[in-house]
């Protein structure tokens, strides 16, 4: 049996923005934890389309893309009703297409050079290698919360 094959089942992924930390949860148990990067703007709640912000909230992981333009990507619910409601308020678009992902397909030598820093339009970015675990212990339909 390998590591994977003793790991508790995720109920819930937390992101924790100002510490650039995803958990991957079993109840109130910590299974693995995960360095990312988040959108260039990085500070506050996603408000629209285009202001490089990671939303803050509580949404579903619904479904994946193992075909994206970047290493795999989980999607995240945003926008929720709420997401949209504040976004009308302001006559702005919230936006979408809000995910877990790895790296630029295209990143090739240069992959370090993402780790550890805010690079995203608004999405959570891992390692490939990190975003192969993720895909593997996190199931569709698990809750995601992503605090400030």
């Not at 650039?20 to 990067?37: A, F, H, M, N, T």
């Not at 193992?66 to 995240?76: E, L, R, V, W």
């Amino acid at each position: 049996m390998g590591a994977m094959d003793e790991t508790p089942e995720v109920s819930e992924v937390l992101v924790r923005k100002e510490e650039r930390r995803l958990y991957l949860l079993s109840g109130d148990q910590v299974v693995r934890s995960y360095r990312i990067g988040l959108g260039d703007n990085p500070s506050g709640h996603k408000l629209y389309e285009g202001d490089k912000r990671t939303p803050e909230g509580k949404y579903v992981l619904d479904w994946r893309n193992s075909n994206s333009d970047f290493y795999k990507s989980i999607h995240i619910s945003y926008p929720n009703a709420e997401d949209r409601e504040q976004a009308s308020a302001w006559g702005l678009d919230p936006g979408g297409s809000i995910m877990i992902h790895g790296l630029p397909n295209e990143a090739g030598d240069m992959a370090f050079a993402f780790l550890g820093l805010d690079w995203t339009d608004g999405c959570i970015a891992v390692s490939n290698e990190e975003m192969d675990e993720i895909w593997q212990l996190v199931a569709d339909g698990t809750p995601i919360r992503i605090v400030p």
